[in-house]
């Protein structure tokens, strides 16, 4: 089911939570809606399930207003952080309830029940009782109860956030193929910036209500709108500075010295407006894997100030003159703080000052 929002507003007393957002989602596709905490992410979600209606905006399934229509009459599915299960149930009972408010026959509830507890393969489960399963069970089950109906759209409201970091993958990489298999319009909310990145058709990030970027996580990641989306993706984040922009060449401030940067790329964002003829201050973004070692000849000088390993990779701390930017090496060179190195930049995005 495709959904549209039509310049969609929500107004709680003194807040405006979502202001003026307008975006498509394609039938059959996973948009994870991104954002800090208190963006407007949940409030949009329930605007979608009808759970909550807008102030101002139209919202469209299949290209019909749906606007005023009862959460009930839409065709919803529905897991939230904090799933509660009906403990005085079996976990089976808990995925037919769905079923027994539609009247659905009970030889037909068990098959269906059955039929969703083997992709969730928690078939060895339905006898016990909520209270009975781990974390991750308790939310394949609710994962389960909202699939049950064959809903034409899924919403899930930070699903995975009360689970620890490696069952989240695990569980999301499952979300992800469900999603695929059944083919349900998927909205999945989150404000980790790696899960959407992971799983994700399209992100759709807001902040403080307002739409930042709709794209593809490529398309988000290398070419960020503004600072906002540059600076929410990636992690360590992008390194800011000021700098100078002139005829194609960068130059990087650092206290009241002015050093010429050497780029291979050059990435305008949206927000940048280019003075042709006329230096320009800007904002500079490098991501640290962008910030490369060179020798001394090719780049600028700094000093290690400290070095740090995250998985794989490593990230040394450098100051340039008062400056201090994040780059990425990998284990085998052998870098100590203390150590004189040489940087240039693979790729320079531009931001308004
Ligand atoms: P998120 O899910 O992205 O963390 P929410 O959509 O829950 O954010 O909230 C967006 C903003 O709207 C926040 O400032 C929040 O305090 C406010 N808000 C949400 N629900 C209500 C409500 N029922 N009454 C008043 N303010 C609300
Ligand atoms: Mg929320």
């Not at 996973?30 to 919202?59: H, N, Q, R, Y």
């Not at 600028?300 to 100030?305: D, H, S, T």
Request: with cysteine; aromatic share 6%; glycine share 8%.
């Amino acid at each position: 089911m495709k959904i549209q929002l039509r310049n969609v507003y929500k107004n709680y007393k003194n807040v405006e939570a979502v202001k003026d957002l307008t975006v498509d989602i394609e039938d059959g596709t996973l948009v994870c809606l991104l954002g800090p905490s208190g963006c407007g992410k949940s409030t949009t979600l329930s605007m979608i399930a009808g759970l909550d209606t807008p102030t101002g905006g139209e919202i469209l399934f299949n290209g019909e207003n749906f606007t005023g229509i009862a959460a009930e009459d839409r065709d919803i599915g529905m897991v939230f952080q904090n799933y509660a299960l009906y403990p005085h149930m079996t976990i089976m009972e808990n995925i037919a309830f769905p079923l027994k408010m539609r009247n659905v026959k009970k030889k037909e509830r068990i098959e269906k029940v059955k039929r969703v507890a083997k992709i969730m393969q928690i078939e060895e489960l339905l006898n016990r009782k909520p209270s009975k399963l781990s974390g991750g069970q308790q939310q394949r089950v609710a994962i389960a109860r909202a699939i049950v109906k064959e809903p034409k759209i899924l919403l899930l409201d930070e699903p995975l956030s009360n689970l620890d970091a490696r069952l989240r993958i695990e569980l999301r990489e499952e979300i992800r193929s469900l999603q695929r298999k059944l083919n349900i319009t998927t909205i999945f909310v989150t404000h980790d910036q790696e899960e959407a990145l992971s799983i994700s058709d399209k992100i759709l990030l807001l902040n403080n209500g307002v739409l930042q970027q709709y794209s593809t996580p490529k398309d988000m990641y290398m070419s960020p709108k503004n600072k906002f989306v540059a600076g929410f993706l990636g992690n360590p984040p992008m390194n800011f500075m000021c700098g100078t922009y002139d005829s194609g060449k960068v130059f990087v401030e650092s206290g009241n010295i002015t050093l010429p940067l050497p780029v291979e790329i050059l990435k305008f964002t949206e927000e940048f407006k280019d003075k042709p003829g006329q230096a320009e201050k800007c904002t500079l973004g490098i991501r640290p894997e962008d910030l490369v070692l060179c020798d001394r000849d090719e780049g600028i000088e700094g000093n290690i100030i400290s070095v740090q390993t995250l998985g794989k990779e490593v990230y040394l701390n450098v100051d340039i003159k008062g400056l201090m930017l994040t780059a990425c090496t990998s284990w085998e060179n052998n870098y100590n703080s203390g150590d004189k190195v040489y940087l240039r930049a693979k790729r320079v995005y531009l931001f308004n000052k």
